[in-house]
């Protein structure tokens, strides 16, 4: 697991620098945390870059504008990067339910892997980019608060059974090995080969193109294969998550 920014690859790692940099500029002191996490820190690659950003008080217009600046020079500056960012007030951060968005865009939408995220970021599965450490900070999460997540999560996947991706092939595959292990703090791609050994070989061409899929190296064909396997890969799934 990458423990430092100076670990995570490019161009990952230039934008995240130039995020930070861009916000501090923009709302100074009212920035108390920049937490990256996710895929980015699991690997050498990830499909987006997920980040949480604690402010000490609501933007405001003026500190939206700020904020939407600063995603506009890391665009400009790094095509194809995805930041996933999500904007809580740091007294929100200090309690269980799950925090609004602050920021401008989908602003009062809920963090509802919250718990996941407390999990994660608390067994060390983050880096600190800017300020506070999480710890001390964000309550440790409760099994109950994150059964109920990779349940509610499990029901979202059954919502797409005709665009299946290797994004759901691969939670799917991270709700199981969670409820079972009981082990949150995992990433796509090593719940992928935790579902190898545990189901069986009739999995194995859509859980391989999945991991092919996150790991750059896709084959033709790969999403096709996804796309019309996935309605049998989650009912079978979705049994064993139910049992679980």
Same mark, same amino acid.
């Given at each position: ?16 620098? @130039?995020? =930070? +940099?861009?916000? /501090?500029? #923009?709302?100074?002191?009212? &920035? ?5 996490? *996710? ?76 718990? @996941?995220? =407390? +999990?994660?970021? /608390?067994? #060390?599965?983050?880096?600190? &980019? ?5 710890? *001390?900070i964000v309550p440790p999460p409760e099994w109950q608060e994150i059964e109920q997540a990779l349940r509610r999560d499990a029901e979202e996947a059954g919502r797409v059974l005709s665009g299946g991706s290797p994004y759901w092939t691969l939670q799917l ?72």
């Amino acid at each position: 697991m990458i423990t430092t920014l100076d670990e995570v690859a490019e161009p990952a790692r230039g934008a995240v620098r @130039l995020l =930070r +940099a861009s916000l /501090l500029r #923009g709302l100074g002191d009212d &920035v108390a945390a920049i937490w990256l996490y *996710g895929a980015t820190i699991f690997g050498p690659r990830a499909i987006d870059v997920d980040l949480h950003v604690l402010l000490r008080q609501p933007p405001g217009a003026s500190g939206s504008k700020a904020i939407q600046a600063a995603h506009d020079t890391v665009e400009r500056e790094n095509p194809g990067i995805d930041l996933d960012t999500w904007y809580i007030l740091l007294d929100d951060a200090r309690k269980p339910e799950p925090p609004p968005n602050v920021g401008p865009w989908h602003p009062g939408v809920r963090d509802e892997h919250w718990a @996941l995220h =407390r +999990a994660h970021w /608390l067994a #060390g599965a983050v880096i600190v &980019v800017h300020g506070l450490a999480p710890q *001390g900070i964000v309550p440790p999460p409760e099994w109950q608060e994150i059964e109920q997540a990779l349940r509610r999560d499990a029901e979202e996947a059954g919502r797409v059974l005709s665009g299946g991706s290797p994004y759901w092939t691969l939670q799917l595959c991270r709700i199981l090995a969670s409820l079972e292990t009981r082990d949150v703090v995992r990433s796509k791609l090593d719940s992928g080969a935790w579902a190898l050994e545990r189901l069986g070989p009739g999995f194995a061409p859509i859980i391989r193109a999945a991991q092919r899929y996150y790991s750059g190296v896709a084959r033709p064909g790969d999403l096709d294969l996804i796309k019309s396997g996935y309605p049998a890969f989650y009912e079978a799934l979705k049994r064993l998550i139910d049992a679980a």
